[in-house]
C-alpha cells in the first residue's frame, strides 16, 4: 500500500445523537479525516443481499478501506472435528461476505492450544488453514492475548511463513496484555516489527493490518479494551517504531472511544518527525 490508512473497529459513535449503519458509517467517518473500518462478523455475517450495495457504493465513494473481523467462535483445533468444519465455513462465509462489499482483509483468532502441546495444535491449525479457498481477500491471522489462545507472533508469523493465502494481523494491545505489560518502550515495539521483517520480509510490512488501543490485563493477560488515554498502553512510541520502519497499511483502533482514539492516533503518527 501506498500510505498508513486508519480507522476504527465498528460503527462509530458519533455525537449520540443518530445511530450509523456500515454506509452512514464510511460516510461520517470520511468526513472527520479517517479512512478505514473493520466490520463486525463477530455474531454473524451482516452483510446482506439488502445493505451490500449500499456498502459497496459507500466505499467506492469515499476511497474507504474496509476489513472485517469473523466470528468470535472459531476454533481450528477444537477437539471436536465438527466443530473444526464448522470454524472453517464461518471463516469462508464471512470472507465471502467481505468478499461482496470489496473488502480486503478478514481477521480471526484461529483458535486454543486446548489440551494439546502446542506444537501440535500448531500442526492442527496449519491443516486447516490449508483448506481455505481464495475469495479474493487477505486472510488475516490476529495476535491474541491471553496464554490459553493459540497467537503469539512468531507462531502466526511461521504460519504466514507456510500457508499462502494467510498474512499477518499485528495487535500490538494483545501482545502487551499476553505478555503482561511487555511493550513498554521504543525497542519493545521495534522489536515486534523487526520480527516481521526479518521473517516476512519487506512486503509484509509494506502491507500491514494493525489493531491497536489501550487495553486492561492480568496475568493471565487480556481482560478488557480500554480507551487509550486510560491505559498502560504506550501508543506514542508504537507510533515513532511504526514511522521509523516505513510501514505501510492500515490501523485499526478498537476500545470504546473509536473515532476519538483513531484520530488520536493518527494525529499523533502525523506529527512526528
Same mark, same amino acid.
Given at each position: 500500500?501506498?500510505?498508513?490508512?486508519?480507522?476504527?473497529?465498528?460503527?462509530?459513535?458519533?455525537?449520540?445523537?443518530?445511530?450509523?449503519?456500515?454506509?452512514?458509517?464510511?460516510?461520517?467517518l470520511k468526513s472527520i479525516g479517517l479512512d478505514a473500518m473493520e466490520l463486525l462478523f463477530v455474531h454473524s455475517v451482516?452483510?446482506?443481499?439488502?445493505?451490500?450495495?449500499?456498502?459497496?457504493?459507500?466505499?467506492?465513494?469515499?476511497?474507504?478501506?474496509?476489513?472485517?473481523?469473523?466470528?468470535?467462535?472459531?476454533?481450528?483445533?477444537?477437539?471436536?472435528i465438527a466443530k473444526q468444519n464448522q470454524s472453517i465455513t464461518r471463516i469462508i462465509d464471512a470472507a465471502k461476505g467481505?468478499?461482496?462489499?470489496?473488502?480486503?482483509?478478514?481477521?480471526?483468532?484461529?483458535?486454543?492450544?486446548?489440551?494439546?502441546?502446542?506444537?501440535?495444535?500448531?500442526?492442527?491449525?496449519?491443516?486447516?488453514?490449508?483448506?481455505?479457498?481464495?475469495?479474493?481477500?487477505?486472510?488475516?491471522?490476529?495476535?491474541?492475548?491471553?496464554?490459553?489462545?493459540?497467537?503469539?507472533?512468531?507462531?502466526?508469523?511461521?504460519?504466514?511463513?507456510?500457508?499462502?493465502?494467510?498474512?499477518?494481523?499485528?495487535?500490538?494491545?494483545?501482545?502487551?496484555?499476553?505478555?503482561?505489560?511487555?511493550?513498554?518502550?521504543?525497542? /519493545?515495539?521495534? %522489536?515486534?516489527?523487526?520480527?516481521?521483517?526479518?521473517? *516476512?520480509? @519487506?512486503? +509484509? &510490512?509494506?502491507?500491514?493490518?494493525?489493531?491497536?488501543?489501550?487495553?486492561?490485563?492480568?496475568?493471565?493477560?487480556?481482560?478488557?479494551?480500554?480507551?487509550?488515554?486510560?491505559?498502560?498502553?504506550?501508543?506514542?512510541?508504537?507510533?515513532?517504531?511504526?514511522?521509523?520502519? /516505513?510501514?505501510? %497499511?492500515?490501523?485499526?483502533?478498537?476500545?470504546?472511544? *473509536?473515532? @476519538?482514539? +483513531? &484520530?488520536?492516533?493518527?494525529?499523533?503518527?502525523?506529527?512526528?518527525?
Amino acid at each position: 500500500m501506498e500510505k498508513l490508512l486508519f480507522g476504527i473497529s465498528g460503527l462509530p459513535l458519533g455525537d449520540g445523537t443518530k445511530r450509523f449503519n456500515y454506509a452512514t458509517g464510511i460516510h461520517y467517518l470520511k468526513s472527520i479525516g479517517l479512512d478505514a473500518m473493520e466490520l463486525l462478523f463477530v455474531h454473524s455475517v451482516n452483510v446482506t443481499d439488502n445493505n451490500k450495495g449500499a456498502i459497496l457504493e459507500a466505499k467506492q465513494k469515499e476511497g474507504f478501506y474496509l476489513s472485517a473481523h469473523a466470528s468470535h467462535y472459531i476454533n481450528l483445533n477444537s477437539n471436536d472435528i465438527a466443530k473444526q468444519n464448522q470454524s472453517i465455513t464461518r471463516i469462508i462465509d464471512a470472507a465471502k461476505g467481505l468478499a461482496k462489499v470489496g473488502g480486503r482483509s478478514l481477521v480471526f483468532h484461529p483458535g486454543f492450544y486446548m489440551s494439546d502441546a502446542k506444537e501440535a495444535a500448531y500442526a492442527t491449525i496449519k491443516s486447516n488453514l490449508m483448506r481455505l479457498s481464495s475469495c479474493g481477500i487477505d486472510y488475516r491471522l490476529e495476535t491474541t492475548g491471553k496464554g490459553s489462545q493459540f497467537g503469539t507472533l512468531e507462531e502466526l508469523v511461521a504460519l504466514c511463513q507456510e500457508v499462502p493465502l494467510c498474512k499477518l494481523c499485528l495487535d500490538f494491545a494483545h501482545i502487551h496484555a499476553r505478555s503482561n505489560g511487555g511493550l513498554k518502550n521504543y525497542d /519493545d515495539f521495534a %522489536g515486534v516489527l523487526k520480527y516481521v521483517l526479518d521473517h *516476512l520480509g @519487506r512486503t +509484509a &510490512l509494506e502491507d500491514l493490518h494493525i489493531h491497536m488501543g489501550g487495553i486492561r490485563y492480568t496475568v493471565k493477560g487480556e481482560r478488557s479494551h480500554a480507551p487509550l488515554l486510560e491505559s498502560d498502553f504506550n501508543y506514542q512510541e508504537c507510533l515513532r517504531a511504526i514511522k521509523d520502519y /516505513d510501514v505501510r %497499511g492500515c490501523i485499526i483502533a478498537e476500545g470504546p472511544l *473509536l473515532e @476519538r482514539d +483513531a &484520530l488520536l492516533l493518527k494525529e499523533t503518527y502525523e506529527k512526528l518527525q
